[in-house]
């Protein structure tokens, strides 16, 4: 007992040394090899699975190693006694007795070749044999046996000869990877297959004669020729695979859940664009391909070329942060959509608009009217997406941005104001992605899944255990909500779709958005059908705008033919409305999008959420009392009574227009029904209700002149239908007056200024600057 208790305790004291430093390797969902690292200690050793040793590879190891390894205690004394004689007869060692065992020992703590150093290795062997199976055992060894150079272990040895895994080799190539270790210098395969055969032969023909493998299996094996080269490590997914194993430094075997076949796809085709693009001074482009299901990332693409150091070809493109450009919109109108701001056929202006001193602008530069909220997602334009951002409040909108998971945005949360959702933040083609898989999955955000199993085994063999990573999803935005975006998206008629696109070519049926960065430095386009999500992002690391890039015509076409080359024969079927009876149908007018009330003239229907969805009554027009030739209109104090046809007043109906869409109406020369002026005899003064909305100045800035050279600033205002003539005032004094879509301008002089507008109905508005020296 004693004895036994003290050898427990030495072998506490003093473990044999099992942490070995692998390489790693990072395959794919299949355990493809995708990409390998060399270890902290510059080694190709990269980790065997117990399930990659097949029977064939034990059964040659064995038999050429260590025959009686399933039968000895780690050494093998009639071995050790027949090395012994053999060597004190000849005064020299000409022969060895080492088990497998005691070469794990030996390759695990390298030392001199001595009688002491062969103690010491029994002894190890019995503690291996003590703490590991025999099939661990084994696995130590054939990840550890050296092949010349820095090359380590029959896995590292099969792929860089052979180009395959251990799994697939075949018995010629055991049989040539099981000699080489014994004569390294001499058996280098690429360099000397010629001997490398003809030892291989050799070991064949004794295993033959031994009965350790079938004769037809022998004879197959001597006419094998043998294609060993040194080949280049794996070198798939590279931005994926360093992302990996910085997050996860000592695992041997990270098992992504990249599909090889799509990533092969993906890289390909990424590479095959980008250098037909690169004539248009574009030298880049990142991809993610997320199946919806599982949240997994199927492809990772972080640039065309990793190996191009001249156009940046090491950066991550799918970490990169970059301006969205309109690639956000779909998230904004989903957000509207669940707050009852819009219906699919909501009324937004479409017009010049002034928001508090910021004036964004269409990216044709044009303009349209009032038009329905799906065309203006499906045409991404630019005022109505700024009007609906401060309907929703940017502070809303950045809090569901953050719940999303868009790191970059939360930073800049305290900076961000309007602009943002024209692409005035920061995105990663990731967090953008991600987001759009809520569209899919009836409002539940998929948590990326980018690793499927770890097989921890950095310490030991017997430490590896297979550890799933689990999947999550975010409730994001409502099923209906999520619905109708994609309804919306799903339209073919719209300025998206590349010009140069050709007809007969396969359009995939996805929903998709695209975006183009402030500058052209970023081309987006992010589809999804049911089956996958993909986001793409085109352009140059450096940042350099390029005239032609644009998120339609550079980004959407690489989406189309992704699409086409991982999903083209997907099953059928499409996005249904979600069940539950909170999207229904009803009548609005079609005017304005609201419930019709009895003087609309037409009828419509439009999607809506019951509950949720505003059911404002329509007031797209306004009844006014006039003198019967229209030229005079009256308010409920000067209305006359009238006697006759002609004296008598009579009720018209006008459009109820913003003054913002009269003043675009009036400055584009679009004919509308314009309110007859008011009876000038009347003496009644009407209330601050529509007073004018001053667009410039901007209340509370400050501007700059040079004194040496004054420059001139222009007043300019938004008024209703109903007004005809506005007066403005400098400080309280009478400047001039004009006409309400006129543009008129002063010279400032430095100090504190009050702008005052009234129109002809006595309603006035004020704006305060301060004019300084430049």
Same mark, same amino acid.
């Given at each position: 007992?004693? =004895? &036994?208790?003290?050898?427990? #305790?030495?072998? *506490? $004291?003093?473990?044999?040394?099992?942490?070995?430093? @692998?390489?790693?390797? !990072?395959?794919?969902?299949?355990?493809?090899?995708?990409?390998?690292?060399?270890?902290?200690?510059?080694?190709?050793?990269?980790?065997?699975?117990?399930?990659?040793?097949?029977?064939?590879?034990?059964?040659?190891?064995?038999?050429?190693?260590?025959?009686?390894?399933?039968?000895?205690?780690?050494?093998?004394?009639?071995?050790?006694?027949?090395?012994?004689?053999?060597?004190?007869?000849?005064?020299?060692?000409?022969?060895?007795?080492?088990?497998?065992?005691?070469?794990?020992?030996?390759?695990?703590?390298?030392?001199?070749?001595?009688?002491?150093?062969?103690?010491?290795? =029994? &002894?190890?062997?019995?503690? #291996?044999?003590? *703490? $590991?199976?025999?099939?661990?055992?084994?696995?130590? @060894?054939?990840?550890? !046996?050296?092949?010349?150079?820095?090359?380590?272990?029959?896995?590292?040895?099969?792929?860089?000869?052979?180009?395959?895994?251990?799994?697939?080799?075949?018995?010629?190539?055991?049989?040539?990877?099981?000699?080489?270790?014994?004569?390294?210098?001499?058996?280098?395969?690429?360099?000397?297959?010629?001997?490398?055969?003809?030892?291989?032969?050799?070991?064949?023909?004794?295993?033959?004669?031994?009965?350790?493998?079938?004769?037809?299996?022998?004879?197959?094996?001597?006419?094998?020729?043998?294609?060993?080269?040194?080949?280049?490590?794996?070198?798939?997914?590279?931005?994926?695979? &360093?992302?990996?194993?910085?997050?996860?430094?000592?695992?041997?075997?990270?098992?992504?859940?990249?599909?090889?076949?799509?990533?092969?796809?993906?890289?390909?085709?990424?590479?095959?664009?980008?250098?037909?693009?690169?004539?248009?001074?574009?030298?880049?482009?990142?991809?993610?391909?997320?199946?919806?299901?599982?949240?997994?990332?199927?492809?990772?693409?972080?640039?065309?070329?990793?190996?191009?150091?001249?156009?940046?070809?090491?950066?991550?493109?799918?970490?990169?942060?970059?301006?969205?450009?309109?690639?956000?919109?779909?998230?904004?109108?989903?957000?509207?959509?669940?707050?009852?701001?819009?219906?699919?056929?909501?009324?937004?202006?479409?017009?010049?608009?002034?928001?508090?001193?910021?004036?964004?602008?269409?990216?044709?530069?044009?303009?349209?009217?009032?038009?329905?909220?799906?065309?203006?997602?499906?045409?991404?334009?630019?005022?109505?997406?700024?009007?609906?951002?401060?309907?929703?409040?940017?502070?809303?909108?950045?809090?569901?941005?953050?719940?999303?998971?868009?790191?970059?945005?939360?930073?800049?949360?305290?900076?961000?104001?309007?602009?943002?959702?024209?692409?005035?933040?920061?995105?990663?083609?990731?967090?953008?992605?991600?987001?759009?898989?809520?569209?899919?999955?009836?409002?539940?955000?998929?948590?990326?899944?980018?690793?499927?199993?770890?097989?921890?085994?950095?310490?030991?063999?017997?430490?590896?255990?297979?550890?799933?990573?689990?999947?999550?999803?975010?409730?994001?935005?409502?099923?209906?909500?999520?619905?109708?975006?994609?309804?919306?998206?799903?339209?073919?008629?719209?300025?998206?779709?590349?010009?140069?696109?050709?007809?007969?070519?396969?359009?995939?049926?996805?929903?998709?958005?695209?975006?183009?960065?402030?500058?052209?430095?970023?081309?987006?386009?992010?589809?999804?059908?049911?089956?996958?999500?993909?986001?793409?992002?085109?352009?140059?690391?450096?940042?350099?705008?390029?005239?032609?890039?644009?998120?339609?015509?550079?980004?959407?076409?690489?989406?189309?033919?992704?699409?086409?080359?991982?999903?083209?024969?997907?099953?059928?079927?499409?996005?249904?409305?979600?069940?539950?009876?909170?999207?229904?149908?009803?009548?609005?007018?079609?005017?304005?999008?609201?419930?019709?009330?009895?003087?609309?003239?037409?009828?419509?229907?439009?999607?809506?959420?019951?509950?949720?969805?505003?059911?404002?009554?329509?007031?797209?027009?306004?009844?006014?009392?006039?003198?019967?030739?229209?030229?005079?209109?009256?308010?409920?104090?000067?209305?006359?009574?009238?006697?006759?046809?002609?004296?008598?007043?009579?009720?018209?109906?006008?459009?109820?227009?913003?003054?913002?869409?009269?003043?675009?109406?009036?400055?584009?020369?679009?004919?509308?029904?314009?309110?007859?002026?008011?009876?000038?005899?009347?003496?009644?003064?009407?209330?601050?209700?529509?007073?004018?909305?001053?667009?410039?100045?901007?209340?509370?800035?400050?501007?700059?002149?040079?004194?040496?050279?004054?420059?001139?600033?222009?007043?300019?205002?938004?008024?209703?239908?109903?007004?005809?003539?506005?007066?403005?005032?400098?400080?309280?004094?009478?400047?001039?007056?004009?006409?309400?879509?006129?543009?008129?301008?002063?010279?400032?002089?430095?100090?504190?200024?009050?702008?005052?507008?009234?129109?002809?109905?006595?309603?006035?508005?004020?704006?305060?600057?301060?004019?300084?020296?430049?």
């Amino acid at each position: 007992m004693t =004895v &036994l208790l003290g050898l427990f #305790l030495l072998d *506490r $004291l003093f473990p044999p040394p099992l942490s070995v430093p @692998y390489s790693t390797i !990072v395959t794919a969902a299949d355990s493809t090899t995708l990409h390998a690292f060399l270890s902290r200690d510059d080694k190709w050793r990269m980790y065997a699975t117990l399930d990659e040793i097949t029977p064939t590879l034990r059964q040659t190891i064995r038999q050429k190693e260590d025959r009686w390894f399933r039968w000895h205690p780690g050494i093998n004394p009639v071995a050790m006694m027949r090395a012994a004689g053999r060597n004190l007869l000849s005064g020299k060692r000409t022969s060895g007795a080492s088990t497998i065992t005691m070469q794990v020992v030996r390759l695990l703590e390298p030392r001199p070749r001595t009688y002491g150093s062969k103690v010491i290795e =029994v &002894l190890r062997a019995f503690q #291996l044999e003590v *703490r $590991l199976s025999k099939d661990e055992i084994l696995q130590l @060894y054939l990840n550890l !046996v050296p092949y010349g150079g820095n090359i380590e272990g029959i896995k590292s040895a099969s792929l860089l000869f052979f180009g395959k895994p251990p799994q697939l080799l075949s018995l010629a190539e055991i049989t040539t990877l099981a000699i080489i270790p014994n004569r390294p210098s001499s058996l280098r395969l690429g360099e000397n297959n010629a001997a490398v055969i003809t030892a291989r032969n050799a070991w064949l023909r004794r295993f033959l004669a031994a009965g350790t493998f079938p004769r037809q299996a022998i004879d197959n094996a001597l006419l094998e020729p043998l294609n060993a080269h040194r080949r280049p490590a794996p070198n798939m997914a590279p931005h994926l695979s &360093l992302r990996l194993q910085s997050e996860h430094p000592n695992e041997p075997v990270i098992v992504s859940t990249i599909q090889a076949n799509v990533q092969a796809a993906t890289e390909r085709l990424v590479r095959q664009y980008v250098d037909r693009i690169k004539a248009q001074n574009i030298r880049n482009a990142a991809v993610l391909v997320i199946d919806n299901q599982t949240g997994a990332v199927e492809a990772y693409v972080g640039s065309a070329a990793f190996g191009d150091v001249v156009d940046g070809g090491q950066v991550d493109g799918v970490r990169a942060v970059r301006s969205p450009g309109s690639a956000l919109k779909p998230l904004l109108y989903a957000l509207a959509f669940d707050q009852g701001l819009i219906t699919p056929k909501a009324r937004i202006h479409d017009v010049p608009t002034n928001f508090g001193g910021y004036e964004p602008d269409n990216y044709d530069r044009q303009f349209n009217g009032p038009v329905t909220a799906e065309f203006a997602l499906a045409n991404s334009l630019n005022i109505p997406a700024v009007k609906l951002l401060r309907d929703v409040s940017t502070p809303v909108f950045v809090a569901k941005l953050r719940e999303a998971g868009f790191r970059t945005v939360q930073k800049q949360a305290d900076d961000l104001g309007l602009s943002m959702i024209l692409g005035g933040c920061g995105v990663t083609l990731e967090e953008l992605t991600r987001a759009y898989t809520a569209f899919p999955n009836r409002g539940q955000r998929r948590d990326l899944a980018y690793v499927r199993t770890l097989s921890a085994a950095a310490l030991a063999p017997e430490s590896g255990q297979a550890r799933p990573v689990r999947v999550w999803s975010t409730p994001t935005f409502s099923p209906e909500a999520a619905f109708l975006v994609t309804n919306t998206l799903t339209q073919i008629t719209r300025p998206d779709l590349p010009n140069n696109f050709d007809n007969s070519y396969h359009l995939p049926r996805i929903a998709w958005k695209t975006g183009t960065s402030y500058g052209r430095r970023d081309a987006w386009s992010v589809g999804y059908n049911r089956h996958y999500t993909i986001g793409v992002w085109v352009g140059n690391f450096s940042g350099i705008g390029v005239p032609n890039l644009s998120g339609a015509n550079t980004a959407a076409p690489l989406l189309f033919q992704l699409f086409n080359a991982i999903d083209y024969n997907a099953p059928t079927g499409w996005f249904r409305p979600p069940t539950g009876g909170k999207l229904g149908f009803r009548q609005i007018c079609p005017e304005s999008g609201d419930v019709p009330e009895h003087t609309c003239a037409g009828r419509a229907t439009d999607y809506y959420i019951m509950g949720v969805s505003r059911a404002n009554r329509c007031g797209h027009q306004q009844q006014v009392w006039t003198n019967s030739a229209a030229t005079v209109s009256y308010c409920a104090h000067c209305r006359p009574a009238g006697v006759d046809s002609l004296s008598r007043p009579v009720a018209r109906m006008y459009p109820n227009l913003a003054p913002e869409v009269v003043a675009w109406y009036a400055a584009s020369h679009r004919p509308y029904a314009a309110i007859p002026p008011h009876n000038p005899a009347c003496s009644r003064v009407f209330g601050n209700g529509g007073a004018p909305l001053i667009t410039s100045l901007n209340a509370g800035s400050d501007y700059f002149i040079d004194p040496k050279s004054p420059a001139d600033l222009a007043l300019s205002c938004q008024t209703a239908n109903d007004v005809q003539v506005v007066y403005w005032y400098l400080n309280n004094g009478l400047f001039r007056k004009a006409k309400p879509t006129e543009t008129i301008f002063f010279r400032p002089t430095p100090g504190v200024l009050t702008v005052s507008c009234a129109d002809d109905k006595g309603r006035v508005s004020k704006v305060r600057v301060v004019v300084k020296r430049g």
